[in-house]
C-alpha cells in the first residue's frame, strides 16, 4: 500500500454521479469520502519512494476513504510515477479527462490521420482534450458539438475545424442537417452526451464509422435504427474508466502528461480549497466548461 500527500484532487462527475447513487454499475448505500483520483507525494510505501510526485486512482468507499483529503491510503498497483516537469494540478486536471478522451479516439476507435472527428459535448474537460488530442493525432477535420455558443467559440482556438450549437427543442434532423454541414461525413465520433445529439450525429457517419460512448449527458436512452447500423456498417463501443485497470491507461496517461509538458494540451483549471468542496461540488453540476481540483494544502 501507498501513502500519499495529497497535492490534487480532480473533481470528476463521475463523483457526482456515485455519490447520488445515479451511476450505472457502483451504489454505495453508507456515507464515504469521495474522490476518485489525485497527484500526490508519497509519504511511505512499499513499492514506491517516498518524496515522489505520483498521479492514483482511488477507489472511494465506506471503506476505502477517496481524495478530498489531505492523505490517502491506496494499493501499490494504483499508483503511476509523474514525468520530470509537469505541474501537479495540470497533471491532475487531465487525468480521468484525458483517459476518457484518449483511449475512446486512439485505441478504441483507431485514429488515423485524415480521418474526420465529431465530438459530441465538446465543451467539457473530456470534450475539449478529445477536440485537442485528435487535432495532435492527425486528423483531418475536427468538429465540436455542445450547447454552449461561447464555450464552443473557445474550441478554435484548440484545434476544432467548426463547431455546432446544440439548439432547445431543436428536431434531430434538423441538427443532422447542420452537424452534416461543419462535419460532411464522420468517421469518428466521441460521444459523451448519448441521447438526441448521437441519434443526429449517427446520421452523418460515414461507412464503417466508429462511435465510442464515454457519457450521457443529454440523457441515458437513443434510438439506434438498425438500418443505419447495418447499412453503413457501424462499430458502437462504450468506454468506462473506472472499470479499466491503471495498468491499461498507462500508455495514454504518459502521452497526455508529455503533450501537458511541451504544452500541446491545455484544459481550464479551477484551483479550490477541501474547505471549499462543497461550493465547487455545486458548481460542478452546473457543466462548468472547467475542471474543479482540489487542493488540500491551499
Given at each position: 500500500?501507498?501513502?500519499i500527500e495529497?497535492?490534487?484532487?480532480p473533481?470528476?462527475?463521475?463523483?457526482?454521479?456515485?455519490?447520488?447513487?445515479g451511476?450505472?454499475s457502483?451504489?454505495h448505500d453508507s456515507p464515504?469520502?469521495?474522490g476518485s483520483?489525485?497527484?500526490?507525494?508519497v509519504?511511505?510505501?512499499?513499492r514506491?519512494?517516498?518524496?515522489?510526485?505520483?498521479y492514483?486512482e482511488c477507489?472511494?468507499?465506506?471503506?476505502?476513504p477517496?481524495a478530498?483529503?489531505t492523505?490517502v491510503?491506496?494499493?501499490d498497483?494504483?499508483?503511476?510515477?509523474?514525468?520530470?516537469?509537469?505541474d501537479p494540478?495540470q497533471?491532475?486536471a487531465?487525468?480521468?479527462?484525458?483517459?476518457a478522451?484518449f483511449i475512446?479516439?486512439v485505441?478504441?476507435?483507431?485514429?488515423?490521420?485524415?480521418?474526420?472527428v465529431?465530438?459530441?459535448?465538446a465543451?467539457?474537460a473530456v470534450?475539449q482534450?478529445a477536440?485537442?488530442?485528435a487535432?495532435?493525432?492527425?486528423a483531418?477535420?475536427?468538429?465540436?458539438v455542445a450547447?454552449?455558443?461561447?464555450a464552443?467559440?473557445?474550441?478554435?482556438?484548440?484545434?476544432?475545424?467548426?463547431?455546432?450549437?446544440v439548439?432547445?427543442?431543436?428536431?434531430?434532423?434538423?441538427?443532422a442537417?447542420?452537424i452534416?454541414e461543419?462535419?460532411?461525413s464522420a468517421?469518428?465520433?466521441l460521444?459523451?452526451?448519448?441521447?438526441a445529439?448521437?441519434?443526429a450525429a449517427?446520421q452523418?457517419?460515414?461507412?464503417?464509422?466508429?462511435?465510442v460512448n464515454?457519457?450521457?449527458q443529454?440523457?441515458?436512452?437513443?434510438v439506434?435504427?438498425?438500418?443505419t447500423?447495418?447499412?453503413?456498417q457501424?462499430t458502437?463501443?462504450?468506454?468506462a474508466?473506472l472499470?479499466t485497470p491503471?495498468?491499461?491507461k498507462?500508455?495514454?496517461?504518459?502521452?497526455i502528461?508529455?503533450?501537458?509538458?511541451r504544452?500541446e494540451l491545455?484544459?481550464?483549471?479551477?484551483?479550490?480549497p477541501l474547505?471549499?468542496l462543497?461550493?465547487?461540488?455545486?458548481?460542478q453540476?452546473?457543466?462548468?466548461?472547467?475542471?474543479?481540483?482540489?487542493?488540500?494544502s491551499?
Amino acid at each position: 500500500m501507498s501513502l500519499i500527500e495529497v497535492i490534487a484532487a480532480p473533481l470528476n462527475p463521475l463523483d457526482l454521479q456515485i455519490a447520488s447513487g445515479g451511476f450505472h454499475s457502483v451504489r454505495h448505500d453508507s456515507p464515504y469520502v469521495p474522490g476518485s483520483e489525485c497527484v500526490g507525494v508519497v509519504v511511505d510505501s512499499d513499492r514506491h519512494p517516498s518524496g515522489t510526485l505520483v498521479y492514483a486512482e482511488c477507489h472511494a468507499g465506506p471503506t476505502t476513504p477517496g481524495a478530498f483529503a489531505t492523505r490517502v491510503l491506496v494499493a501499490d498497483d494504483d499508483v503511476l510515477t509523474l514525468p520530470e516537469g509537469i505541474d501537479p494540478v495540470q497533471a491532475a486536471a487531465v487525468g480521468n479527462s484525458g483517459v476518457a478522451a484518449f483511449i475512446p479516439l486512439v485505441e478504441i476507435a483507431g485514429l488515423r490521420a485524415g480521418e474526420t472527428v465529431l465530438v459530441l459535448g465538446a465543451t467539457g474537460a473530456v470534450g475539449q482534450l478529445a477536440v485537442q488530442i485528435a487535432h495532435q493525432r492527425g486528423a483531418g477535420r475536427v468538429v465540436g458539438v455542445a450547447r454552449d455558443p461561447e464555450a464552443l467559440a473557445r474550441l478554435r482556438s484548440i484545434g476544432a475545424d467548426a463547431v455546432v450549437e446544440v439548439r432547445a427543442g431543436e428536431a434531430t434532423d434538423e441538427l443532422a442537417t447542420r452537424i452534416r454541414e461543419a462535419a460532411g461525413s464522420a468517421d469518428v465520433v466521441l460521444d459523451c452526451l448519448y441521447g438526441a445529439p448521437l441519434e443526429a450525429a449517427l446520421q452523418t457517419c460515414a461507412q464503417r464509422a466508429r462511435i465510442v460512448n464515454v457519457g450521457h449527458q443529454a440523457g441515458p436512452t437513443a434510438v439506434i435504427p438498425a438500418g443505419t447500423l447495418r447499412g453503413r456498417q457501424l462499430t458502437m463501443t462504450g468506454f468506462a474508466g473506472l472499470h479499466t485497470p491503471l495498468s491499461e491507461k498507462r500508455d495514454a496517461l504518459n502521452w497526455i502528461w508529455g503533450a501537458v509538458v511541451r504544452g500541446e494540451l491545455h484544459v481550464v483549471v479551477k484551483s479550490v480549497p477541501l474547505t471549499e468542496l462543497p461550493a465547487a461540488w455545486r458548481a460542478q453540476a452546473t457543466s462548468p466548461h472547467a475542471k474543479h481540483v482540489v487542493a488540500p494544502s491551499r
